[in-house]
C-alpha cells in the first residue's frame, strides 16, 4: 500500500486541509497494516518537525546501577505537598476553571508506585505559557506559573490542583492548535527511565486535527492520554473533578514521547 505525504519539512504554511488529509491517509494504512501500535510514531510527517529531529537510531542504554550513583533521589522531606497547588503560588487567584486532576501511578501489573515525584507543567487559561519563546497575543496571568509537582502516596495515589489550560496555536502549519493539555513527567522505578506524556481533557475539538496527538496511531493508546470527568472528584463551590491514570508498563500502558 503506497502512502502519500508531503515531507517537505518547511511546511508551516502547510493548511490544516492538507495535514487532516496527510493524517487520515496514515491512519487508514495503519487500520489496514494488522499491527497494533501503542507508541508515538517518531517520524510522523504531519508533525513536521519530527521529520529532522527524531532519533534514527536505537538509544544509548546507560548502567543504572552507575547512573544511579550519581543521580539524586526524592523523598517526602523534598516535596512540599503546598506544591500540588498550582492555584497558590502567587498573591491571588489564578484566571481559569479551577480543577482538581488525580489518578494512581500503576506498573504493569497493577501495583501502586509509591512515591513516585510526578511533575507537571501547563500553559494558563489563555494558553499561554510563562516561557521566553511563547509570545503569541494571550495574557500572561500573574497568579499562574503553570508547574507543580507531588509525590504518590502508599496507594500510588497523586493528586494537582489547578485551572483548566487553554488550547494554544504552534507554528506547525497554518492555523494550528493544541489541544488543551498538562505536561506530566515520572521517573519510573528508576532515575533513568524518566517518561513525560501530555493528559488531554475529554471531548476536545481539536484532537482530529491535531498532528502530536494523531501521531499515536491507535485510538484505544490515544484514549488512555484522556481523562475522564468524575465528579466525585469535584467538590462544593470549588473546583471541577477529572480522573487519570497512569500505567508505566503492561498492556495498558500509557503512551509516553521520546523512548
Ligand atoms: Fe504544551
Redesign the pocket.
Known amino acids: 500500500m503506497t502512502t502519500i505525504i508531503n515531507t517537505d519539512p518547511d511546511s508551516a504554511s502547510a493548511t490544516q486541509n492538507q495535514i487532516n488529509a496527510e493524517i487520515a491517509a496514515i491512519e487508514t494504512a495503519y487500520q489496514h497494516g494488522g499491527i497494533e501500535e501503542t507508541q508515538p510514531r517518531l517520524d510522523y510527517p504531519p508533525y513536521r518537525s519530527s521529520l529532522l529531529r527524531h532519533p534514527t537510531k536505537d538509544l544509548h542504554h546507560a548502567d543504572p546501577e552507575d547512573v544511579e550513583l550519581w543521580t539524586p533521589a526524592f523523598g517526602a522531606r523534598d516535596v512540599h505537598p503546598l506544591e500540588a497547588d498550582l492555584t497558590i503560588q502567587h498573591n491571588g487567584d489564578p484566571i481559569g476553571e479551577r480543577l482538581i486532576v488525580t489518578g494512581r501511578v500503576l506498573d504493569g501489573n497493577g501495583r501502586p508506585v509509591r512515591n513516585q515525584l510526578v511533575e507537571v507543567w501547563q500553559?494558563n487559561a489563555a494558553g499561554r505559557y510563562v516561557h521566553k519563546r511563547d509570545q503569541h497575543h494571550a495574557p500572561i496571568d500573574p497568579n499562574f506559573t503553570g508547574v507543580g509537582r507531588c509525590l504518590t502516596d502508599d496507594d500510588g495515589w497523586y493528586k494537582f490542583t489547578t485551572i483548566k489550560p487553554g488550547p494554544y496555536p504552534w507554528k506547525n502549519h497554518n492555523n494550528a492548535w493544541?489541544p488543551a493539555?498538562i505536561?506530566f513527567s515520572l521517573f519510573g522505578t528508576e532515575f533513568t527511565q524518566r517518561m513525560i506524556t501530555?493528559m488531554y481533557f475529554p471531548g476536545d475539538p481539536l484532537f482530529a486535527l491535531d498532528p502530536i496527538y494523531q501521531s499515536i496511531t491507535d485510538q484505544k493508546a490515544r484514549d488512555r492520554l484522556v481523562a475522564t470527568y468524575d465528579h466525585d472528584v469535584a467538590t462544593h463551590e470549588w473546583s471541577t473533578g477529572y480522573r487519570w491514570d497512569i500505567a508505566l508498563s503492561g498492556t495498558n500502558r500509557t503512551v509516553f514521547e521520546d523512548e
Do not use: D, M, S
Open positions: 500553559a493544541r493539555h505536561h501530555q
